[in-house]
Nanobody, 115 residues
Framework: QVQLVESGGGLVQAGGSLRLSCAAS????????MGWYRQAPGKQRELVAR???????NYADSVKGRFTISRDNAKNTVYLQMNSLKPEDTAVYYC?????????WGQGTQVTVSS
């Protein structure tokens, strides 16, 4: 059974930082494209950052220079370091694993940035 469990969300003031974690079981993360997505109230889910199996990354324009995605293969965990947070970053953040044939989602973790 595949599980992706996010943690690290919370309430932070604008300008602050949070680090989200996504721990996987049932799959080996390093062979998947791992992504962080977010969904704000009344909005569609959007891609925030991805890390490919080869290690390359890409980011949404809105978070470039502020967020960093990384992967610890030994811990089978993906991280999203979020710095210089803004109120518009408030959303539920979801972890995603995709190998082209299968796609898995975590349950989400709430991030709230106060102004």
């Amino acid at each position: 059974q595949v599980q992706l469990v996010e943690s690290g969300g919370g309430l932070v003031q604008a300008g602050g930082s949070l680090r989200l974690s996504c721990a996987a079981s049932g799959i080996t993360l390093k062979i998947y494209t791992m992504g962080w997505y977010r969904q704000a109230p009344g909005k569609q889910r959007e891609l925030v950052a991805r890390i490919f199996s080869g290690g390359s990354t890409n980011y949404a324009d809105s978070v470039k220079g502020r967020f960093t995605i990384s992967r610890d293969n030994a811990k089978n965990t993906v991280y999203l370091q979020m710095n210089s947070l803004k109120p518009e970053d408030t959303a539920v953040y979801y972890c995603n694993a995709d190998n082209g044939a299968y796609r898995y989602w975590g349950q989400g973790t709430q991030v709230t940035v106060s102004s």
